[in-house]
């Protein structure tokens, strides 16, 4: 149970734990095996001999320091990293807990490569509640990583039912007429719109930033504004976004689409394409359904040119192969891809939530706002 907190003893971990230094083992010599070996970043390989016997934590020392990272079994540490071991004088998922909660990359000495010096780290002082106070602690927050890690099992098997099923399509390749994107829809951008053009108030002016946001649903901030006299003399004279029309990021980042709903904006002009006047034959939810899968987004990014940036033409989008079924096959396959994306959705909010709810549990614990008894 949670309740206001009561005091605990406080105590250098320097008089609680031993950060001992792992051992170098090369790649060239780790023989496979079921026994894990941990560098500073987590798993880096497998060998057939362990180092510890038992279940331990491991320290990022260099490279990426002050990493934590759980070994549930025998292990091998390699020589970027500290170790702890077991010991009576802790709970050790506690240990583990307490030590993720703490800021060590902030005790980086390294000039070139970071490092981290365990006697910085042995200076601490942790809040020490006895043993079975320990254990309490760390089964709440062992429960909510049990959590986590079975929400962000969800969201990658979605994933790759959603890859499944555009996949599934190209696979039946033969049963769909094959079309250049430039034969089902006219490929163009936007007029060049000067900063001088730029007002405080004003219709939306969005970058490839801004595109890039909107696909994964994230709000907006900092956004650029032309006046309503700019945007509607650009579309008066040349036509503006409107719902049912498809923009990709072309600098860059290659490939990221956003469908067009009913909203007024204007964009940049060369690093966003726009496909625009879709013929009847083609749903707009289904294009922009195929151009967002992984097939078409490494398509894309694969022939994007560029010696120092990549850039993705009109010329080159517009010779992209499409698979276009029938309208009602396309109804079926944006119902089951909305069905999918709407899951994405909903499990990744959920495991950003338990993430965040982990991270303040976690904060508030270890700096006793609250306690467990």
Do not use: C
Not at 92 to 110: A, E, H
Not at 126 to 133: A, C, H, Q, S, W
Not at 152 to 179: P, R
Not at 334 to 349: A, L, R
């Amino acid at each position: 149970m949670i309740n206001k907190t009561q005091n605990w003893s406080k105590i250098k971990l320097a008089d609680l734990i031993t950060l001992h230094y792992g051992s170098g083992l090369p790649e060239t010599k780790r023989k496979g095996g079921n026994i894990s070996v941990y560098g500073s970043n987590g798993v880096v390989g497998n060998h057939n001999e362990r180092l510890i016997k038992g279940r331990g934590i491991v320290v990022g020392r260099k490279g990426t320091i002050g990493n934590i990272v759980w070994a549930n079994d025998d292990f091998w540490p390699i020589d970027t990293t500290y170790y702890i071991q077991d010991s009576n004088r802790y709970d050790l998922k506690w240990l583990y807990f307490v030590l993720k909660s703490l800021d060590l990359k902030s005790l980086n000495r390294g000039t070139g490569v970071p490092g981290l010096n365990r006697e910085d780290v042995y200076k601490i002082n942790v809040f020490l509640p006895d043993k079975i106070i320990q254990q309490k602690i760390a089964d709440i927050l062992s429960t909510l990583d049990e959590e986590i890690t079975k929400t962000d099992q969800i969201i990658l098997k979605t994933e790759v039912l959603k890859k499944g099923l555009v996949q599934d399509l190209l696979e039946k390749g033969s049963n769909y007429s094959i079309h250049k994107l430039r034969e089902i829809a006219d490929i163009t951008s936007s007029k060049r719109v000067m900063v001088s053009d730029y007002v405080e108030v004003g219709i939306p002016f969005y970058r490839s930033t801004e595109i890039i946001r909107k696909s994964k649903n994230i709000p907006l901030s900092d956004l650029l504004y032309i006046s309503s006299d700019k945007f509607n003399f650009f579309k008066e004279r040349f036509g503006a976004p409107k719902s049912g029309d498809i923009l990709v990021t072309a600098v860059g980042t290659i490939g990221i689409t956003y469908l067009v709903r009913d909203e007024r904006f204007y964009f940049k002009d060369g690093n966003l394409l726009w496909i625009r006047n879709i013929k009847d034959n083609v749903l707009p939810e289904y294009l922009k359904m195929l151009l967002s899968s992984k097939f078409y987004y490494d398509r894309l990014n694969l022939i994007a040119g560029g010696s120092s940036q990549k850039a993705l033409t009109i010329e080159k989008l517009g010779l992209v192969e499409i698979f276009i079924p029938t309208i009602k096959e396309q109804k079926r396959l944006i119902g089951i891809n909305s069905s999918i994306d709407n899951k994405q959705i909903s499990n990744t909010k959920l495991f950003d939530s338990l993430r965040q709810l982990k991270k303040g549990l976690i904060q508030d614990i270890f700096s006793q706002k609250v306690q467990i008894n």
